[in-house]
């Protein structure tokens, strides 16, 4: 899942990094071969250093998969080791 994605785009911090502080992934059903799969995220909260999120996986409105992750902000990304620039 690309939760950090959605966390980057709703808070405008492009020019940082989000680093896994936590993930936990809850499969729930199996989907089938050749459905659409579709995956939506939602920032709950953030704070000064962390944000907190939650994915969900569905097909055919039934839920497949569910996500929640931790993830730090990092100060900006020249601290990280994979710089892309």
Known sequence: MQMPLVAILE???RDRFLLT????LDF???ATVGA????RATVLRTTKSLVF?????????VL???????????ENSRNCL????
């Open 11 to 13: 808070n405008d911090i």
């Open 21 to 24: 502080v936590s993930l936990s």
């Open 28 to 30: 729930l059903a199996p």
């Open 36 to 39: 659409w799969v579709e995956g």
């Open 53 to 61: 999120i939650q994915g969900l996986v569905s097909s055919s409105n």
């Open 64 to 74: 497949l998969m569910r996500g929640s992750g931790v993830y730090k902000i990092a």
């Open 82 to 85: 994979f710089d892309p620039a």
